[in-house]
């Protein structure tokens, strides 16, 4: 066959679908816009963050710095950086321990089902819709009562209370496909509930760890409810830092953005680095796993 | 023998989540209706008895009023926006077009990143000034010839919060496309070919077959942004403060309890929003719970 009729074969191969392509290519002008939607608030902030400070004049806030600048970001991240330091205080632990503990419940109220399993379950899961403004009252009395008010760790336990019924959830769907019948054989082999999970269930559960890890992180680093209700000025996590500052009129809004910019960026890099597991976190999110 | 030490086992490894819920979730809910039947004020806590006064006294509340208000057309404009905007984007990346993945991670990394940092550049973007102090939004619909656009956003009188309802709608409507798109993704292709072997056009392909079929993800999606919208509490502080024309109540909740230190107030606000909550999160959560054990 010479290349000529090779190449016609593969156009008739490949040119359906082409075609179709082709007819369809309208769509991509919506697609556009909309890319150009999402994307235009980033653009302010990265754009406003890198303009020099003599740049600074709302009337040309659309157009490009015109020439490179970090020190809005060194500003703001000096401001930050004490939050910051909270933030990660708070978020490593609470998102390990949350991930563990939905992991053990998961595991339970999916394999070792006993009487009121599931009512149980529907009753956790009730609290993860609660608006939280109805248990604050009684959480800040609570807290302060338990001398844990105003710190880190008072905000770390909360966050792995209120996280148990989306971390339960996730590893109880995750686990939910994984045959009971294993359950069954590693018993008559003798091997107990602790047993089989560490050897079977757990080895098998990276996925939903990483979607509960993802899931925890992001809901515990942009918190900002129970972080303004629980925390002390020196122990303000990073998201009321951020609103502080930008409430705050001695601060140059490109300050300000730099500073978004920033509190934005861990989340951000977590996304785009395990986005396709994040997309498997918010299906669960939507309860049909 | 064995086999009931394990189940033992079984319920007290899950026991402590089981306390831990039952006191931070149920105990606390019961704790802060207890508190709605007070006439605790003031920083120290006062726990008589006044019935329902404080109930009552918040029906004739006019802040209050104007909040509810504001959740309805929050809540209206934010799920539609979401549900049309999903919906849309999802059938059309689903065409399968080349560059997908690519227009699917732009729409979706709003949902990595938290209302305050969201309100933060959206308070810049929806800049009210006017004239020569035109910036933002604005200033781009003024360069673009689409004066008829310019507006003054969250300071409109009344409407104020319908303004907010755009950064919410930036924030999730990704994620409703990603649902929509999950879900149709898992409508089996030989449905749709059927359908086009019996001469459906796309339309009728899409209103007779594939959007009843994308019942259940609608549902969920409703839940979902209903219940987002009315907690929503951090977007509004992060955009506008407290200001009483936009307050919702969520907001008027804070600035009762925690600012004015009226905590019987508070707390029954609370006890309202619950309830609001409540009225649509239950019957579903039942219904969910019971078609997946009958799976």
């Known amino acids: 066959m010479t290349t000529d009729a090779l190449l016609k074969k593969r156009e008739t191969v490949i040119s359906p679908s082409l075609r179709k392509t082709r007819r369809k290519a309208w769509i991509y002008i919506p697609l556009v816009f909309m890319a150009v939607f999402y994307l235009m608030p980033v653009y302010v902030m990265v754009i406003t963050g890198l303009k020099s400070f003599s740049e600074v004049n709302l009337a040309t806030m659309w157009n490009l710095p015109t020439s490179i600048n970090f020190e809005n970001f060194a500003e703001a991240f000096t401001k930050l950086a004490p939050n910051f330091a909270n933030t990660i205080f708070l978020v490593l632990p609470s998102t390990i321990i949350s991930s563990f503990l939905g992991a053990i419940n998961g595991y339970v109220l999916s394999k070792w089902k006993f009487r009121g399993a599931d009512f149980i379950f529907t009753a956790l899961l009730f609290g993860m819709f609660i608006p939280y403004q109805s248990i604050l009252i009684p959480l800040v009395q609570f807290m302060h009562a338990i001398g844990l008010y105003g710190g880190i760790p008072g905000l770390i336990m909360v966050h792995v209370i209120y996280g148990i019924p989306i971390t339960t959830l996730t590893f109880r769907n995750y686990f939910a496909q994984i045959p009971t019948e294993m359950v069954e054989a590693a018993t008559m082999d003798g091997a107990g509930l602790l047993r089989t999970f560490r050897s079977i269930f757990l080895p098998l559960s990276i996925p939903a760890f990483v979607v509960v890890f993802i899931w925890q992180f992001t809901q515990s680093w942009n918190d900002f409810l129970f972080a303004v209700a629980l925390t002390r000025n020196t122990s303000y996590p990073v998201t009321v830092a951020l609103n502080n500052l930008a409430g705050s009129m001695v601060v140059a809004w490109n300050v300000q953005m730099a500073g978004a910019f920033l509190a934005a960026l861990p989340t951000l890099l977590i996304y785009i680095m395990l986005g396709r597991y994040f997309l498997r976190g918010l299906m669960a999110g939507a309860l049909k796993g | ?295």
């Open chain 2, 1 to 295: 023998m064995k086999i009931n030490r394990e189940r033992l086992l079984a319920f007290l490894l899950v026991l402590p989540s089981i306390v831990a819920v039952s006191v931070f979730v149920y105990g606390f809910i019961a704790w802060t209706l207890r508190v709605s039947l007070t006439s605790w004020r003031g920083l120290t806590p006062t726990y008589d008895f006044v019935g329902l006064r404080n109930y009552l006294l918040l029906l004739e509340d006019r802040r209050f009023s104007i909040a509810l208000t504001n959740t309805l057309i929050f809540t209206v404009l934010f799920v539609a926006g979401c549900l049309i905007i999903g919906l849309i984007m999802a059938i059309f990346l689903d065409q399968g077009l080349p560059g997908e993945g690519i227009f699917r991670s732009i729409y979706l990394f709003p949902m990595a990143i938290s209302f305050i940092v969201t309100g933060v550049v959206w308070r810049w973007l929806m800049n009210p000034a006017m004239g020569t102090r035109l910036s933002g939004l604005n200033l781009l619909f003024d360069s673009l010839n689409l004066d008829f656009l310019i507006n003054s956003w969250q300071s409109t009188p009344r409407y104020g919060i319908a303004a907010l309802a755009l950064p919410a709608v930036w924030q999730m409507s990704g994620y409703v496309m990603a649902l929509f798109l999950a879900g149709l993704r898992s409508i089996p292709d030989e449905l749709r070919e059927a359908a086009q072997v019996d001469g459906a056009t796309t339309v009728q392909l899409y209103r007779h077959i594939i959007l009843p079929l994308l019942r259940p993800v609608t549902l969920s999606a409703l839940v979902i942004l209903g219940h987002i919208s009315l907690k929503v509490f951090d977007l509004i502080i992060a955009v506008a403060g407290k200001q009483v024309q936009l307050d919702v109540p969520a907001v008027y909740m804070w600035t009762t309890t925690f600012d004015g230190n009226f905590y019987a107030r508070g707390a029954t606000i609370a006890t309202f929003l619950l309830v609001g909550v409540s009225i649509f999160i239950i019957p579903y959560l039942m219904y969910s719970v019971k078609t997946e054990t009958k799976l």
